[in-house]
């Protein structure tokens, strides 16, 4: 049984930071992409940022320069540290990763956090 526990997130002003951490816990093979999704009320769930497991990374648009994804492939984690957060940046931001556990053979799986809100204020 695999598991992502997430935290952080929380209410700030416009102008201010946060940051969100994930935990991945459980019968872990390996950890291959990990990454960082939003879903904003009345929108479809997006790509905010994405890290492989030899450190490249992908960022929406949207956030480049004031978002950083990071790993830590030892504790089996991923963290997003988000400056300059704007209004537009509330959502419902939710962990992912891809994952390969043995069961039997190996198998690879997609698994979601239950998310965390973060909420920004003009």
């Known amino acids: 049984q695999v598991q992502l526990v997430e935290s952080g997130g929380g209410l700030v002003q416009a102008g201010g930071s946060l940051g969100l951490s994930c935990a991945a816990s459980?019968?872990?093979?390996?950890?291959?992409?990990m990454g960082w999704y939003r879903q904003a009320p009345g929108k479809q769930r997006e790509l905010v940022a994405e890290i492989t497991s030899g450190s490249i990374t992908n960022y929406a648009d949207s956030v480049k320069g004031r978002f950083t994804i990071s790993r830590d492939n030892a504790k089996n984690t991923v963290s997003l540290q988000m400056n300059s957060l704007k209004p537009e940046d509330t959502a419902v931001y939710y962990c992912?990763?891809?994952?390969?556990?043995?069961?039997?053979?190996?198998?690879?799986?997609?698994?979601w956090g239950q998310g965390t809100q973060v909420t920004v204020s003009s």
């Open positions: 459980g019968s872990i093979f390996s950890i291959n992409a």
């Open positions: 992912h990763a891809e994952i390969t556990y043995r069961l039997l053979v190996f198998n690879t799986k997609n698994y």
